[in-house]
């Protein structure tokens, strides 16, 4: 079984900075492709980042030039480094991750979420 674990977020200001972060642990052979989504309640889960197992990554063009992400592979993680937030993203950020087991087997698996809140 592997579990992904949010941590990192918090209650922040305009214009303040975040750092999130995710670890995974369990039984795995790799970890593929590791993202951050975001989730509003009464709204539909929207991609962040996405960093690909060769280290491309990509980011909704909300947050261009304002998050960045990253992995640390010997330490099975990723992190979203948030700067310049804004009001519209509070939500809650969730990890997920494409993860191959012993057998070269690929399954994807969501982390519990880490609430993020931009206030005044």
């Known amino acids: 079984q592997v579990r992904l674990v949010e941590s990192g977020g918090g209650l922040v200001q305009p214009g303040g900075s975040l750092r999130l972060s995710c670890a995974a642990s369990?039984?795995?052979?790799?970890?593929?492709?590791m993202e951050w989504y975001r989730q509003v309640p009464g709204k539909e889960r929207e991609m962040v980042a996405t960093i690909s197992g060769s280290g491309d990554v990509n980011y909704a063009d909300s947050v261009k030039g304002r998050f960045t992400i990253s992995r640390d592979n010997a330490k099975n993680a990723v992190t979203l480094e948030m700067n310049s937030l804004k009001f519209e993203d509070t939500a809650v950020y969730y990890c997920h991750a494409g993860i191959h087991d012993w057998l070269s087997r690929s399954a994807d698996y969501w982390g519990q979420g880490t609430q993020v809140t931009v206030s005044s």
């Open positions: 369990g039984s795995f052979s790799r970890i593929n492709f």
